[in-house]
C-alpha cells in the first residue's frame, strides 16, 4: 500500500481526506487507483486527453516526478506520493497539542460589528472561521523582545487579532535597529522600543491588548511573567535568555515559539516539552562563549527576520487555533542566500537535563553563568580591572604622549571599513590563533572591536600564548567615538 496526500483544495473531491491508501507498481497506477475511488477528482487531475494537467506537480517522497520517469517511475511500499497544485502546497494533518486546548476550552468572547469585518478573511477560511477567531481573541502571546523577530510577529499577530500581546524589552531604539525591526520607525528613535512597539499595534489594531513589560527577563521574573500567557514566542538574540526561555517554558508548561536569524540564515522550531523536544534536547549545552557571534557581531540580512518572525507567529496562531500540523519535533532551516528550507528531524533526548526522565534542572538557574559569561572586569580573574583594560581617554592621552602602542583591531574586515583608531591593526578574532605570530611580543599591545567583548577574548587569548603586555580598550570603538573621536560613524 501507498499513500497519496492531497492538498487541501482538493480535498472537497476526497471526502475532505488529507491522505488515502491506494496500490500499484508505479506513480501513474497509483493515480488511476486514487481516481478510480474518487471519480470527481480526476477532471482537476488530468486534461481531456487523459494528461496530467500541468499545473498539478506530483511528488515521489521528496522528488518531483518530471526529474524521475514521470508517470511510470516504479514505486516500492511505503512510498508516499504528494499532489502539489500550484495554487497551495504541503499536506497538513491536524494535532492539537495539549497546551492549546486549554486556549481552545477557555470561555470565548463575541465579536464585535468592527472586528467581523476586520477579520472578514479568516472568517470565511473553514480553518478559522468565527469559532477560531474567537479564539483568537481568547488567546495570548508573550513576545521576549521587539527587535527584529518580535517586530513582525507581533505586528501580523496584532493585525491577526491576537487577544493579547505581551512584549518584555529594556532597550531604547537606535538607528541600526531600522534596517529591520519594523514596529519602530525614524522618529521614534530614542524611545523605549516598548512605547514605540505600544503605539504601533494600537495603530494596527486597537482591539488588541498590548501589555508592556520593562524590563530584562530574568530567572527571578520568567515564571511569573510567561504565566498568564498562552504561547511565548522566543526573540532573543543571545544564549542566556534563549536558556532561560527554554527552562521556563518546560517548567511552566507553556509552548515555546522559536526563532533564530544569523546573516542569511534563520531557523524555527515550535519546543513543546509535554509533547515534543525542548531547545535543550537540541543542544544540551550552549556554545563556548564567543564561538558563535551575534548579530550586532556579525550582521543580519533586513529581511531575515521578517521571514522567521512570520513564521513563528504563524505556529502561535496554529497553537491558538488548534489547526494544522505544529512545528513540533521539526527543525526548520531557512537559507536566504539559496532561498532553500530545510526540515531537521528534532527528538526528545530522554537524557534532557530540563525535559528528560532524570531532570537535573528543575528550577531556573544562573544564566549567564551557565553560558560562561561573566561581568568584564572578572575575564581575568584575581586581576584588577585597570591592570589589564584601557579607557577611551587614557588611550588617546598616551597616544598623545607618543607611547609605542600596538592597536589590534580584531573585528572583520567590513567592520573596520565603517570606523577605525588611525594606525590600528586588523586581524580579526577568528584569524588570531594563526596569525598572532605577526605581533611583537615586546610591544605593549591594545586589543580593540566595537564594544569590547571579543578584544577582551583576544586579550585572553594573547595572554595565554605568553604575550604579557597586551590591555583591553574598555567599550571598544562605540567609547572611543563618544569620547575621543565623534568625527567618525557608529553602526
Ligand atoms: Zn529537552
Known amino acids: 500500500m501507498n499513500t497519496i496526500h492531497i492538498p487541501t483544495p482538493l480535498r472537497p473531491f476526497t471526502d475532505k481526506k488529507e491522505s488515502v491508501e491506494v496500490s500499484g507498481g508505479t506513480v501513474g497506477e497509483l493515480l488511476a487507483d486514487l481516481t478510480r475511488r474518487y471519480d470527481g477528482l480526476r477532471k482537476h487531475l488530468y486534461t481531456d486527453e487523459g494528461k496530467l494537467r500541468n499545473f498539478v506537480n506530483v511528488y515521489l517522497n521528496d522528488e518531483d516526478i518530471r526529474y524521475l520517469q514521470r508517470e511510470q517511475t516504479p514505486v516500492k511500499p511505503g512510498d508516499s506520493l504528494s499532489i502539489v497544485p500550484s495554487v497551495a502546497g504541503g499536506a497538513p494533518t491536524v494535532t492539537t497539542p495539549p497546551e492549546a486546548e486549554k486556549a481552545s476550552a477557555r470561555a470565548v468572547p463575541d465579536l464585535s460589528q468592527d472586528e467581523i469585518k476586520r477579520y472578514s478573511r479568516h472568517l470565511i477560511m ?12 481568547a488567546g495570548s502571546v508573550l513576545c521576549i523582545g521587539a527587535g527584529g523577530l518580535g517586530s513582525p510577529a507581533a505586528m501580523y499577530l496584532a493585525a491577526a487579532g491576537l487577544g493579547r500581546i505581551g512584549i518584555v524589552d529594556f532597550d531604547v531604539v537606535d538607528f541600526s535597529n531600522l534596517q529591520r525591526q519594523l514596529l519602530h520607525g525614524t522618529p521614534d528613535v530614542g524611545r523605549s522600543k516598548l512605547d514605540s512597539a505600544r503605539d504601533r499595534l494600537r495603530t494596527l489594531n486597537p482591539h488588541v491588548h498590548v501589555d508592556t513589560y520593562d524590563t ?15 504561547v511565548i514566542l522566543d526573540g532573543t538574540d543571545n544564549f542566556p535568555t534563549r536558556y532561560l526561555v527554554n527552562d521556563a ?4 508548561g507553556k509552548p515555546n515559539a522559536y526563532g533564530s536569524i544569523f546573516r542569511f540564515e534563520g531557523q524555527a522550531s515550535v519546543f513543546a516539552a509535554r509533547n515534543g523536544p525542548c531547545y535543550r534536547c537540541l543542544y544540551p549545552e550552549p556554545p563556548p562563549p564567543g564561538l558563535v557571534p551575534s548579530c550586532a557581531e556579525g550582521g543580519v540580512l533586513g529581511v531575515l527576520p521578517g521571514i522567521i518572525g512570520v513564521i513563528q507567529a504563524t505556529e502561535t496562531i496554529k497553537l491558538i487555533l488548534g489547526v494544522g500540523e505544529p512545528l513540533i519535533g521539526r527543525f526548520l532551516v531557512y537559507d536566504a542566500l539559496r532561498m532553500r528550507f530545510r526540515e531537521l528531524k528534532l527528538r526528545k533526548d530522554p537524557e534532557c537535563p530540563v ?25 581575568q580573574a584575581g586581576a584588577p580591572a585597570d591592570d589589564w583594560e584601557i579607557t577611551a581617554t587614557e588611550l588617546k592621552r598616551r597616544l598623545d604622549a ?21 594606525g590600528s591593526t586588523l586581524i580579526p578574532l577568528g584569524e588570531l590563533p594563526r596569525r598572532y605570530q605577526e605581533l611583537d611580543p ?19 587569548f594573547l595572554h595565554s600564548v605568553g604575550f604579557t603586555k597586551v590591555k583591553n580598550l574598555r567599550g571598544g570603538i562605540v567609547e572611543w567615538i563618544d569620547q575621543v573621536d565623534p568625527s567618525q560613524p557608529k553602526y
Not at 530584562?216 to 498562552?230: G, M, T
Not at 517554558?249 to 511552566?252: E, F, K, Q, T
Not at 528543575?362 to 551557565?370: N, V
Open 126 to 137: 473553514p480553518e478559522v472561521g468565527m469559532d477560531g477567531q474567537r479564539k483568537l481573541k
Open 216 to 230: 530584562s527577563l530574568s530567572s527571578e521574573n520568567a515564571l511569573e511573567l510567561f504565566e498568564p500567557y498562552d
Open 249 to 252: 517554558c518546560v517548567l511552566s
Open 355 to 379: 525535559c528528560g526522565t532524570n531532570r537535573t534542572v528543575t528550577k531556573l538557574i544562573d544564566y549567564e553563568q551557565f553560558c560562561g559569561l561573566r561581568p568584564a572586569s572578572e575575564v
Open 402 to 422: 607618543g607611547d609605542d602602542l600596538l592597536i589590534l583591531d580584531v573585528r572583520e574586515p567590513n567592520e573596520y571599513q565603517i570606523n577605525r583608531i588611525a
Open 442 to 460: 615586546s610591544r605593549e599591545i591594545i586589543t580593540q572591536c566595537k564594544v569590547g567583548a571579543r578584544s577582551a577574548r583576544a586579550a585572553e
